[in-house]
């Protein structure tokens, strides 16, 4: 129950909220029919708007149930306690939004897939290999740069689930590379604005203090970590992927698409 409540609030939520919905349905006690994304029964005279939430919150079945309950952690919490980009109340929260209306406009509308937790790790693991270039990450038995991580999944997804599947997650990369680029890099680099910002309301709801990365940039934490691990002379290791080493558990994706 410590490692539990140690969580930051964000992914506790997400991850309670998963194993809550994923134990309901593949206990028997609700249909996935009653919980999947499905445009006809959310546009109705009486909108389940609940459908606009629980397709992120369904696990695998069996083994799948636990992996995928720890990649939400595991990646959750590396965001939103460790990195920068999310340094201030509100930031993590915003982000989850906004990743999971773009998994929602383009696997949901487009693809017309009907669960989005594979799309939501790969967003996460995404995001977690940008903030920690020049990592290394465990996958399988073999090492690789973290960056490369959601890449690997994708892959494995293909091979294990089809290309539906697959495509279904990559909007997984299509929405944190989304948020990067209106966040950070069009920002810095073009010289532009800022188009996603953690509203006021949200600030107060998650608390107004800083955490302690509040005052470096995601940038500066970058090029800080590459020029600690040139003058150090080792590469880092991260437990971010891996079956059989490490977080054992850490590089395991898989895509589903029903119907």
């Known amino acids: 129950m410590d490692v539990f409540w140690a969580a930051p609030p964000v992914t506790r939520a997400i991850t309670t909220a998963a194993f809550i919905e994923s134990l309901l349905v593949y206990g028997g006690f609700i249909t996935p029919l009653s919980i999947v994304f499905h445009t006809p029964f959310i546009l109705k005279t009486l909108p389940e708007v609940w459908r606009l939430v629980t ?7 069996g083994l799948e149930f636990v992996f995928d309950l720890y990649l939400l952690y595991r990646y959750g919490s590396g965001l939103e306690r460790d990195s920068p980009l999310f340094s201030l109340p509100g930031d993590f929260f915003t982000y989850v939004v906004f990743v999971s209306t773009v998994i929602m406009l383009t696997a949901g509308l487009l693809l017309k897939s009907f669960i989005f937790t594979p799309a939501l790790l790969i967003a996460f693991m995404y995001t977690y290999g940008q903030v920690n270039i020049g990592k290394k990450a465990h996958f399988f038995v073999i090492q690789i740069p973290v960056e490369f991580l959601p890449w690997a999944n994708l892959v494995i997804i293909m091979v294990m689930k089809g290309w539906g599947a697959a495509q279904s997650a990559a909007c997984g990369v299509v ?5 990067e680029f209106l966040t950070r890099i069009y920002p810095t680099y073009g010289r532009g604005r800022t188009f996603i910002w953690t509203p006021v309301f949200v600030k107060r709801w998650f608390g107004a203090q800083r955490s302690n990365q509040a005052n470096r940039t995601y940038g500066t934490y970058r090029r800080g970590d590459r020029a600690v691990q040139q003058a150090g002379g080792a590469s880092t290791s991260s437990s971010g992927s891996g079956w059989f080493s490490g977080d054992s558990w850490n590089g395991r994706g898989v895509g589903r698409r029903l119907g």
């Open 55 to 61: 397709p992120f919150l369904l696990t695998g079945p």
């Open 175 to 179: 929405a944190a590379h989304l948020y």
